[in-house]
């Protein structure tokens, strides 16, 4: 039996009625003749034709199908259908990784000659592709403060192409707008970009917010237990056809079919693991907030985050990070990930396992102290990702190191 399918296939209407927990075990599923219970792994670059006419006709978009990896591929349109669905966008598109899903996706909008508004507060390499890699091509940008409208506002030009955010924002938790900045952004006759991550897709939805993009670094709660790179782009068909489709064809930063099936089995536990982290997060939170070694907490689950009153707007859940700011400075920061038996130090975030960035001399180290502090990044700043452990364990470990801090 030849089986004929290709992204048409998995369309997410065909089961919208079912509850989000639902779609994310059967949503894309795509069963071979041999009817495996879990989804089969596809580790092929290409595909063979029964005639060359239906090569050809292939080639020509005239037969449905699937044609070489590098376009699409059945395991990497699986977990393309499953995101879809998550996040109730019409159309994804997946990528090697979440920097590969945000430089497609701005790329993918604009050239020479265009201009591009982004939120200061970003991704160390989120900053890089904004800040250096678009001048390079003849592309303007400007960096706002994202939590001041009126700054987005007054960097709109007439060649304003696309605006770009991230909320809550690494490592900061900075919160901004985004249904005030999609409107800036459509009343310019710009597109809005939101790096979704922090907060995913169980907590915050940007594109039900006005967004017209949204993207991830599947790196993180997607896939959630430390395993591979992956990035996905989800938006309207008629934007991922415009500015993502061929983008992504031609140049090449395809999902591997196999980091796609973790993906895919990742997405079945999402919600049960994000949902936990989450409310050990703020168990985490209550308990450490005040605590004399720490000049600041932020959670955004929090009635004291700074923006609490637009998180209850825009959020549905404070999400799995907490920012401390130890009172001590970057001697005492040191000493407090130093002291950690539990929690271990490393940069990735989402993850099973608790883990703790000291962002000023990793992720944001490139950065002059002047940009740091502008963005929020102090010195005595650490970024805390909540894992599954049990929280009691994890509190007695972070007491215990913010005591020897
Ligand atoms: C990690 C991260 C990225 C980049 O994702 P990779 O999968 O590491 O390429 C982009 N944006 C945010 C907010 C991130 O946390």
Redesign the pocket.
């Known amino acids: 039996m030849t089986v004929r399918a290709d992204r048409e296939h998995f369309r997410p209407a065909a089961r919208s009625e079912w509850r989000t927990e639902t779609r994310l075990v059967h949503e894309g599923g795509m069963r071979s003749q041999f009817g495996e219970t879990s989804e089969a792994l596809f580790l092929t670059q290409g595909h063979v034709y029964d005639t060359a006419e239906q090569c050809e006709a292939r080639f020509a978009d005239k037969d449905p199908g699937f044609i070489y990896a590098r376009f699409s591929n059945p395991t990497v349109a699986m977990f393309e259908a499953r995101m879809a669905a998550l996040e109730g966008a019409e159309a994804a598109r997946a990528t090697a ?4 899903a ?1 430089t497609a996706a701005l790329m993918g909008q604009v050239r020479a000659g265009d201009h591009v508004v982004a939120s200061r507060a970003l ?1 160390g ?2 900053r890089y592709v904004v800040e250096e890699l678009l001048p390079r091509f003849g592309v303007e940008t400007t960096l706002v403060d994202g939590v001041d409208l009126a700054a987005w506002r007054a960097a709109v030009r007439p060649n304003t192409k696309t605006f770009f955010l ?1 909320s809550p924002a ?1 490592p900061t938790l900075e919160v901004i707008d985004i249904a005030a900045v999609a409107d800036i952004a459509r009343a310019a006759g710009a597109t809005l970009v939101v ?1 979704n ?2 907060a995913t897709a169980l907590w915050q939805s940007p594109l039900k917010l006005g967004a017209d993009c949204v993207v991830y ?4 709660h997607i896939d959630g237990q430390g395993r591979c ?3 996905v782009i989800l938006a309207s068909q008629a934007f991922i056809d415009a500015h993502v489709k061929t983008f992504l064809r031609q140049t090449g930063p395809a999902l591997s079919p196999f980091n796609a099936w973790v993906l895919l089995k990742g997405l079945e536990t999402f919600c049960l693991r994000v949902e936990r982290q989450s409310r050990s997060a703020a168990i985490i939170a209550d308990a450490l907030a005040g605590s004399p070694q720490l000049s600041k907490l932020l959670f955004c689950g929090r009635p004291d985050h700074p923006q609490a009153e637009l998180v209850a707007r825009q959020m549905t859940g404070g999400s799995t990070v907490i920012a401390l700011e130890l009172a001590g400075g970057k001697p005492a920061a040191f000493r407090f990930l130093n002291a950690l038996r539990l929690v271990r130090i490393s940069n990735n ?1 989402g993850d099973a396992k608790s883990l703790v960035t000291h962002p000023a001399t990793t992720t944001h180290q490139r950065f002059t102290p002047e940009e740091r502090s502008a963005m929020g990044v102090t010195d005595g700043l650490v970024r805390l990702s909540v894992g599954l452990e049990h929280p009691d364990d994890l509190l007695a470990d972070l007491t215990g190191a913010l005591a020897a801090a």
């Open positions: 990784s979440g920097m590969a945000v991704f390499s989120c991230e690494n790096d991550v922090f670094s599947a790196t993180k790179l992956g990035g975030l």
